[in-house]
Nanobody, 110 residues
């Protein structure tokens, strides 16, 4: 399975970004982790195979996870971004993860 991510970038606080991740191969649970500078990777959201979603409490009111009809691409819609959202965002496949994307940098300036 290969995961290709896109959508990161530099944004001002209060802005929005949408990340996408497309998986080759079979369909499975997919989601996102992030790794802030100097910190451990932390789970953000999961889109389960059956369509159920789980989102970390820390971002629940600002982030949304969704997917395309064919289930091969997921999105992370991030609104009202804060400087503490800065980090590298990684897409994963299966739960617990078996495969990871290459990561996409999100930088939120104050």
């Amino acid at each position: 399975v290969q995961l290709v991510e896109s959508g990161g970038g530099l944004v001002q606080a209060g802005g929005s970004l949408r990340l996408s991740c497309t998986a080759s191969g079979s369909i499975n649970h997919m989601g996102w982790y992030r790794q802030p500078p100097g910190k451990q990777r932390e789970w953000i959201a999961t889109m389960r195979y059956n369509g159920r979603t789980d989102i970390a409490d820390s971002v629940r009111d600002r982030f949304t996870i969704s997917r395309t009809y064919d289930k091969n691409t997921i999105y992370l819609e991030m609104n009202n971004l804060k400087p503490e959202d800065t980090g590298v965002y990684y897409c994963f496949w299966n739960d617990p993860p078996d495969y990871w994307g290459q990561g996409t940098q999100v930088t939120v300036s104050s």
